[in-house]
């Protein structure tokens, strides 16, 4: 996924403030690509496509092992994986559209979730 910086944020929030807090400001929750995006393979995205994922998984079995039961980590996790599996498809059609043989060569290079070493 590209990489937002803060400025990056700001221009492609929505106001969710409404007329009592106008300004205040929310990422979208729909994929998009918008032209100031880049696309970003460094540091983190040089490990895996999408970092945040696999770090949200990770907090999710961690806590599933600390204070849940093996059957709902394990469910939680499948359930985890499933969601961000689907979210991810559409993400990178979108990256993939926009950012053409490029990104194509950085998801055959970079595993999505889990990194594990890919033939070169």
Wanted: glycine residues 10%; contains cysteine; aromatic residues 8%.
């Amino acid at each position: 996924m590209a990489h937002l910086s803060q400025e990056s944020f700001d221009a492609h929030a929505v106001d969710v403030g409404g007329g009592e807090k106008p300004g205040v400001r929310a990422p979208c929750l729909v994929a998009r690509v918008t032209e100031r995006h880049e696309l970003i393979t460094s540091g983190p995205y040089a490990v895996v496509r999408h970092p945040i994922y696999t770090a949200m998984l990770g907090l999710l079995i961690a806590t599933g092992l600390t204070f849940g039961t093996p059957t709902s980590t394990v469910a939680g996790a499948v359930l985890y994986v499933i969601g961000t599996w689907l979210r991810t498809r559409a993400e990178e059609r979108l990256l993939e559209a926009a950012f053409g043989d490029r990104y194509a060569a950085y998801r055959r290079r970079v595993p999505a979730l889990i990194p594990w070493p890919r033939p070169r």
